[in-house]
T-cell receptor, first 112, second 113 residues
Framework: NAGVTQTPKFRVLKTGQSMTLLCAQD?????MYWYRQDPGMGLRLIHY???????AKGEVPDGYNVSRLKKQNFLLGLESAAPSQTSVYFC???????????FGDGTRLSIL | DQQVKQNSPSLSVQEGRISILNCDYT??????FLWYKKYPAEGPTFLIS?????DKNEDGRFTVFLNKSAKHLSLHIVPSQPGDSAVYFC????????????FGKGTSLLVTP
């Protein structure tokens, strides 16, 4: 009963490096989301997807790109990492029409 | 601009008593409200939700109240247990934005024996 799985769980990058965070869900959910959480803050939406092949910007999209080529996967990319992107990243998924979102356990990303 | 506000960063309650966590919102388009519980190094876990067409929803020891005119909701936990100690996030969504969640900053609840 995996639910939402995020890989990797931890990563340290140098400024300017690129990487991709992977989110996979096995619940056949239509909607998927990427959030970031910074100390003392709630989660803030980066990008989201309402179905395979679609993506949309959230509250804090700058510096990130996403892709949803398969329904079960939602990728978050950092093309040129910056120290301000040091954060904990959470992926979530939900069914249609006001279903609760299910979250992964997060990816802790540090950029030096 | 924070659209969902939890003005109490922390709350301490004795075991067996009632815990009341509060949340205010500013966006009148929000039509679905949720509470999540979060332990360190884990993702948020869904606790309870309420649609804007209701004013109360119960699930065991947890009850959520919604006051639309005041743009206020609250989570009641009765009776509180030590295992309830966690950070609680209030969240709200609108159907016209893909049901993406707007989160408050969280309230850290400590239930003491």
């Amino acid at each position: 009963n995996a639910g939402v799985t995020q890989t990797p769980k931890f990563r340290v990058l140098k400024t300017g490096q690129s990487m991709t965070l992977l989110c996979a869900q096995d619940m056949n959910h239509e909607y998927m989301y990427w959030y970031r959480q910074d100390p003392g803050m709630g989660l803030r939406l980066i990008h989201y997807s309402v179905g395979e092949g679609t993506t949309a910007k959230g509250e804090v999209p700058d510096g990130y790109n996403v892709s949803r080529l398969k329904k079960q996967n939602f990728l978050l990319g950092l093309e040129s990492a910056a120290p301000s992107q040091t954060s904990v990243y959470f992926c979530a998924s939900s069914g249609v029409w006001n279903q609760p979102q299910h979250f992964g356990d997060g990816t802790r990303l540090s950029i030096l | 601009d924070q659209q969902v506000k939890q003005n109490s960063p922390s709350l301490s309650v004795q075991e067996g008593r009632i815990s009341i966590l509060n949340c205010d919102y500013t966006n009148s388009m929000f039509d679905y409200f949720l509470w999540y519980k979060k332990y360190p190094a884990e993702g948020p876990t869904f606790l309870i939700s309420i649609s804007s067409i209701k004013d109360k929803n119960e699930d065991g020891r947890f009850t959520v109240f919604l006051n639309k005119s005041a743009k206020h909701l609250s989570l009641h936990i009765v009776p509180s247990q030590p295992g309830d100690s966690a950070v609680y996030f209030c969240a709200a969504s609108a159907s016209d934005s893909g049901y993406a969640l707007n989160f408050g900053k969280g309230t850290s609840l400590l239930v003491t024996p």
